[in-house]
């Protein structure tokens, strides 16, 4: 078991929580990081680009001079893809660029992300979060208070006053413990968890 400091809303020290190794302790390993945020970039594209080939350009399919005699290459219309304004060989096309990896894999690496954080001092536990209203001011000086401004606030269901109070800072993300991927755990510095959230990850990953 890993030991960690617990901390209330305002950022004191309350106690300790002892947390599972296999999830906040596990083996740390980097080729499964890239496997799994390589999948999920590319699953996040949009795969929208397109570029029009020589058949789709609109214009006049005349030829543009005589066959023979002219000391030209042989031309039979300006939609060409060598000519300016003509058609693109072999260019983009509209195409779905996502994939999967293994559940297990998905699992072991985002084990893997959260032990990353956990090794480098960069959990942090929190006894509970809560926001009755919306308050961007009171988030942002708790995670200062904690030396975590870029970090990624995890809870372990949806609380719309957390969500709201968060979301315009600029170098934070709230996200609920069933939502935590391998890349947000990565991209912020610190991993903020409520203690219920971290619960909620030993039941997820365990």
């Known amino acids: 078991m890993a030991t960690f400091k617990m901390y209330n809303q305002s950022a004191q020290e309350v106690g300790e929580i002892e ?6 302790g ?26 029009k080939t020589r058949a789709e350009v609109k214009g006049s399919t005349k ?14 219309a300006k939609k060409a893809p060598i000519f300016v304004g003509g058609g693109v060989a072999h260019g983009p096309k509209p195409r779905d660029y996502s994939y999967t ?10 084990r893997s992300a959260i032990s990353t954080r956990a090794a480098g ?28 401004s870029n ?4 809870l372990p269901a949806e609380d719309g006053g957390v969500h709201k109070s968060f979301r315009n800072l600029p170098a934070a993300k709230y996200i609920r413990a069933e939502g935590v ?3 947000d755990v990565l991209k912020y510095e610190k991993l903020v968890l409520t203690a219920d959230a971290a619960r909620a990850l030993e039941q997820r990953l365990g």
């Not at 990896?101 to 985002?110: F, S």
């Not at 001092?121 to 975590?148: E, F, R």
């Not at 970090?151 to 995890?154: G, I, M, N, Q």
């Open 26 to 51: 596990a083996e740390i390993k980097p080729h499964l990081h890239w496997e799994v945020v390589k999948m999920q970039r590319a699953n996040r594209r949009a795969g929208t680009h397109s570029t």
């Open 121 to 148: 001092g960069d959990v942090i536990v929190l006894d509970g979060l809560n926001y009755d209203t919306p308050k961007t001011k009171a988030a942002a000086k708790l995670l200062s208070s904690l030396n975590a």
């Open 181 to 183: 991927n391998v890349y």
């Open 151 to 154: 970090a990624l606030v995890v």
């Open 101 to 110: 990896v293994p559940k297990k894999v998905r699992a072991a690496a985002l």
């Open 19 to 24: 947390l599972t190794d296999e999830v906040f």
């Open 63 to 76: 030829k543009i001079y005589r066959q023979k005699g002219t000391g030209n290459a042989r031309h039979g």
